[in-house]
């Protein structure tokens, strides 16, 4: 019998339903590990010093780059480069893994960005 | 038409077949991202400064720890603690994805650790 158990994507995104507020699962490094529900446009922004990891769990989601646009579905990651200005669109909703250092703001600005709290 | 593709998973799992030799697949702020396939027993080691991160995408893994064992299946994820011994498991072969600070030795010592390749 194991005591230890890992992180179900799937079941941590049943226990949530709100959308661009960022749920830590987990911990790696320094890094939080966050899933998310998105749909429709968050505003345009970038990470100065860090990349922004993204993976598609369920859904659809376009990561609009300045000129260009990614466009991911399961199974698919993108890590967004530092500095690079981004904005994540999804229709209709997305489910998405994060992977972002702790304490990186998740619109770029600490004074419009969420708090993010573990489940 | 989008130039910039994301990596994607399975697409990348179907470009080798041999187990125990991570595959970088993308960086993340100075850690890579791997994809390895494992299949059987690889031996008990630790990283005694960095987490090690295993989701498993396809087949199911254990993850035995001295005193518990940790199994994950496609869509979950584990963060083996710094410093925790541990021994990968997989029986048959399972495809995982891997996120390690870039330079860490798989076995945890750099004279019997593999080279990672880039696909």
Redesign the interface.
């Known amino acids: 019998m ?9 079941e941590k995104l049943s226990l949530f339903s709100d959308t661009w507020a960022p749920r830590i699962v ?4 320094d ?1 939080d ?1 966050m899933l998310v529900k998105v749909e429709g446009a968050f505003d345009w922004h970038s990470h100065p010093e ?2 922004d ?1 993204f993976m598609v ?1 369920t859904g659809k989601l376009d990561i609009e ?1 300045r000129d ?5 579905g399961p ?5 967004v480069p ?1 500095g690079v200005e981004h904005r994540p669109v999804a229709r209709p909703v997305a489910a998405i893994l994060l ?1 972002e ?1 702790s304490g990186t703001p998740n619109t770029g600005d600490p004074t419009t960005a969420v708090t993010k709290t573990r489940i």
């Open positions: 194991s005591n230890v158990k890992p992180v179900n994507l799937a987990g911990s790696f490094n890094n590990l860090t990349g990891f769990v780059l260009d646009t990614v466009t991911l199974g698919e990651l993108y890590v530092a992977i250092p």
